[in-house]
């Protein structure tokens, strides 16, 4: 059983409300509207793969910038999605993209170390620690991924977690979200449904789809927990300390959560690179900063991406090695904020 399509508003309507929403919004801070449009169903999906822990890809930053700039065509069906129901029932939604001026941006085998000189990664122990924000809200997907707390029933969380680019994973259906309790103990939770933007499903970890390597869960019940803020990835250069910090639970280390932050890298206008350590297990993981908020004048720790997986390139005859996240870009904030509180006005703020 699945809801009854969104309706959409009648662009007069629509119209109206965009102008008092971008109005109020300082220049810098106007975030985009994605809205549902339709929605159809589709075949049923086959869960046969395993969910694959970590992801890489031989396209460097240089290789995406190359990427020929998509259109607002092409955002409209990237930004489309799918909705995986636990009764295994799967749709696709259409959007349309209002008030936005943004521009998105061969298998190799080999050891992927992903530990960048000495390892410092952290192990949260105690349960004052666990059980205290920020730390308490990563939390571990069932197919052995990492997520995030983002809403009072959301877990934001990699694409590649669910779905491989082709189908959705073995265990996707019965997905069970876990919240680390003392003792290495997990609650778990039931995933209602699952959100996956088409960008991702058009290809696979190889391909260029990674920009779209995201995906929204809503569990069946609140899981009554603190949660963090979406917030616009801002350039590297302007996080505070150029650092970003993420918690997961990496495979190494097994019951525990881990810990880490680092110094920004490289970046594109979807992916942020970076040389924090990491294990599959961690991907997922919400990628966090702190970040001023003018309107309540207060520092507050916001997501502004989503850790990805691996990379390595060849650069003129020596490899260099990136950890990546997903940046969380005006559109995909527009998108996810929506999944999560069902209107754009509630998502004018990034």
Same mark, same amino acid.
């Given at each position: 059983?699945?809801?009854?399509?969104?309706?959409?508003?009648?662009?007069?309507?629509?119209?109206?409300?965009?102008?008092?929403?971008?109005?109020?919004?300082?220049?810098?801070?106007?975030?985009?509207?994605?809205?549902?449009?339709?929605?159809?169903?589709?075949?049923?999906?086959?869960?046969?793969?395993?969910?694959?822990?970590?992801?890489?890809?031989?396209?460097?930053?240089?290789?995406?910038?190359?990427?020929?700039?998509?259109?607002?065509?092409?955002?409209?069906?990237?930004?489309? $999605?799918?909705?995986?129901?636990?009764?295994?029932?799967?749709?696709?939604?259409?959007?349309?993209?209002?008030?936005?001026?943004?521009?998105?941006?061969?298998?190799?085998?080999?050891?992927?170390?992903?530990? =960048?000189?000495?390892?410092?990664?952290?192990?949260?122990?105690?349960?004052? =620690?666990?059980?205290? $924000?920020?730390?308490?809200?990563?939390?571990?997907?069932?197919?052995?991924?990492?997520?995030?707390?983002?809403?009072?029933?959301?877990?934001?969380?990699?694409?590649?977690?669910?779905?491989?680019?082709?189908?959705?994973?073995?265990?996707?259906?019965?997905?069970?979200?876990?919240?680390?309790?003392?003792?290495?103990?997990?609650?778990?939770?039931?995933?209602?449904?699952?959100?996956?933007?088409?960008?991702?499903?058009?290809?696979?970890?190889? %391909?260029? @789809? *990674?920009?779209?390597?995201?995906?929204?869960?809503?569990?069946?019940?609140?899981?009554?927990?603190?949660? *963090?803020?979406? @917030?616009?990835?801002?350039?590297?250069?302007?996080?505070?300390?150029?650092?970003?910090?993420?918690?997961?639970?990496?495979? %190494?280390?097994? @019951?525990?959560?881990?810990?880490? =932050?680092?110094?920004?890298?490289?970046?594109?206008?979807?992916?942020?690179?970076?040389?924090?350590?990491?294990?599959?297990?961690?991907? @997922?993981?919400?990628?966090?900063?702190? *970040?001023?908020?003018?309107?309540?004048?207060?520092?507050?720790?916001?997501?502004?991406?989503?850790?990805?997986?691996?990379?390595?390139?060849?650069?003129?005859?020596?490899?260099?090695?990136?950890?990546?996240?997903?940046?969380?870009?005006?559109?995909?904030?527009?998108?996810?904020?929506?999944?999560?509180?069902?209107?754009?006005?509630?998502?004018?703020?990034?």
């Amino acid at each position: 059983m699945h809801e009854t399509p969104l309706t959409t508003p009648t662009p007069l309507v629509l119209s109206f409300f965009l102008s008092v929403f971008l109005v109020a919004l300082e220049p810098n801070e106007r975030v985009p509207v994605v809205l549902p449009q339709n929605t159809e169903p589709r075949p049923a999906p086959h869960f046969l793969s395993p969910a694959r822990l970590d992801v890489t890809s031989p396209c460097d930053p240089e290789c995406h910038k190359r990427a020929p700039q998509p259109s607002y065509w092409d955002l409209r069906r990237l930004l489309s $999605y799918e909705t995986l129901h636990s009764d295994g029932q799967l749709t696709e939604t259409a959007v349309g993209i209002y008030g936005s001026s943004e521009k998105a941006g061969q298998s190799h085998v080999r050891r992927k170390r992903q530990i =960048f000189g000495h390892d410092g990664r952290f192990s949260i122990a105690g349960q004052n =620690f666990l059980l205290k $924000y920020p730390f308490s809200v990563a939390v571990k997907l069932s197919t052995g991924c990492s997520g995030t707390l983002v809403g009072d029933r959301h877990v934001l969380t990699a694409a590649h977690c669910v779905h491989d680019g082709k189908n959705y994973v073995k265990g996707a259906q019965k997905l069970r979200v876990g919240f680390l309790k003392p003792k290495q103990r997990f609650q778990w939770i039931r995933a209602k449904r699952t959100h996956v933007p088409k960008g991702w499903i058009k290809g696979n970890a190889n %391909d260029i @789809g *990674m920009d779209y390597d995201y995906a929204l869960l809503e569990l069946k019940k609140p899981h009554k927990r603190r949660h *963090m803020k979406l @917030g616009v990835s801002p350039p590297a250069q302007k996080l505070p300390g150029h650092r970003v910090h993420f918690s997961g639970f990496d495979n %190494d280390r097994p @019951g525990q959560l881990v810990y880490r =932050f680092c110094r920004a890298g490289e970046e594109t206008s979807d992916l942020l690179y970076q040389h924090c350590d990491a294990q599959p297990g961690a991907s @997922g993981s919400g990628v966090y900063a702190r *970040m001023w908020d003018g309107r309540r004048r207060r520092w507050e720790r916001k997501v502004i991406g989503v850790f990805s997986g691996h990379q390595w390139v060849e650069r003129q005859g020596a490899s260099q090695e990136f950890n990546v996240a997903v940046r969380i870009t005006p559109l995909k904030y527009a998108q996810i904020c929506y999944w999560i509180k069902g209107n754009f006005v509630d998502c004018r703020e990034g």
